[in-house]
């Protein structure tokens, strides 16, 4: 992308926080509106655990959007971290992207949800996501449960897909439209403001999480414990590797067994799976090690949460 002049009159810019309950489509979202993947996305609740900031620069704003974890009742320290983090991001922004999930029906969650942002003093657009699984004749009423549900705001609402892409183009034009005028916060060419390492860690815990299901995931930390570089032997082949070390860490000893897997079968497949996802990132080939080790109770634990990275009060 061409170097953009922020100083030119009108240019607009802002942070926008994505609230919602788990499993709505947050971080789907995000991918979709940078074009790349970014934020790990699955279909088991409670995937978005740090707050990731994604950057979407145009000739005429920047909106950075902040994927928070789904706002759940929390059942544990770490449960508690990931709803502190949520709110917090709601204090700090410019706006805010509330996401339901339009599938069903509005519920209590969704009743909670709101509540908690009825009050804010600034911007909230409404996004009905999944809009790809309704039928055509349930269009009219499910939109009309969801109006109900924000009656006494004056929150705009837009139905979409954010895996098909549906009505994407729109809620960024209004989101657009809702930015306080304002400098460009970061480079053109930046997306995202995690560095790379943390992404990579991000997208081993994805595939764990999609290949073991309800067996490991809420105990699974990853830590990225070397990158280097591995020049090719031979000097007429320039193609170098970029050799990665990994340690997953579980909580207890069966969940280990899990995720190596019958003759080491799963921990392979995890391995394979997230080395594509690092080589696009990284746009080279990729050597991933991975092990796997049991810290018990590390979710628990204060010291074990800071090292992981999430972030206390
Ligand atoms: P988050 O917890 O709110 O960040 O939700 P994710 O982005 O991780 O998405 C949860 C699941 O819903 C994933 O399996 C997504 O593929 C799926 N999903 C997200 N958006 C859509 C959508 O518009 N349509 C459909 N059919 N599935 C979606
Ligand atoms: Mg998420």
Redesign the pocket.
């Known amino acids: 992308m061409s170097e953009i002049d922020s100083n030119q009159e009108g240019f607009k810019s802002g942070f926008i926080a994505l609230i919602?309950r788990?499993?709505?489509?947050?971080?789907?979202f995000i991918n979709k509106f940078v074009g790349e993947k970014i934020a790990i996305?699955?279909?088991i609740?409670q995937?978005?655990r740090n707050r990731l900031k994604v950057i979407l620069t145009n000739e005429k704003s920047q909106i950075i959007f902040v994927d928070t974890p789904?706002i759940h009742k929390p059942h544990h320290l770490l449960g508690e971290r990931l709803v502190h983090s949520a709110k917090r991001s709601i204090g700090e922004v410019d706006g805010v992207l509330v996401?339901f999930e339009a599938s069903h029906s509005p519920g209590r969650g969704d009743a909670f949800i709101l509540n908690l942002i009825r009050n804010l003093k600034i911007p909230v657009i409404v996004v009905l996501?999944?809009w790809?699984?309704l039928e055509l004749s349930q269009f009219k009423e499910r939109k009309k449960e969801y109006s109900d549900l924000f009656e006494g705001t004056n929150w705009p609402v837009f139905c979409c897909?954010?895996?098909t892409g549906h009505g994407c183009n729109e809620l960024i034009s209004a989101i657009e439209e809702q930015l306080p005028l304002g400098p460009q916060l970061y480079p053109s060419n930046m997306t995202c403001d995690h560095p790379e390492k943390f992404l990579m860690a991000e997208f081993i815990r994805e595939q764990v999480l999609i290949n073991t299901r309800e067996e490991v995931p809420h105990s699974v930390a990853v830590s990225i414990d070397k990158v280097e570089d591995i020049p090719s032997k031979k000097t007429s082949n320039r193609n170098s590797r970029t050799g990665i070390l990994a340690t997953i860490c579980v909580e207890k000893k069966s969940q280990k067994g899990i995720l190596i897997g019958k003759g080491g079968a799963m921990l392979k497949k995890i391995g394979q799976e997230s080395r594509l996802q690092i080589q696009t990132l990284i746009n080279g080939n990729v050597y991933l090690e991975l092990f796997v080790k049991v810290v018990p109770d590390w979710r628990s634990k204060s010291s074990r949460l800071n090292e992981f990275g999430y972030e206390g009060s």
């Open positions: 919602g788990p499993n709505v489509g947050k971080s789907t996305t699955s279909p609740a995937t978005t789904g996401v996501n999944k790809d699984l897909s954010a895996l």
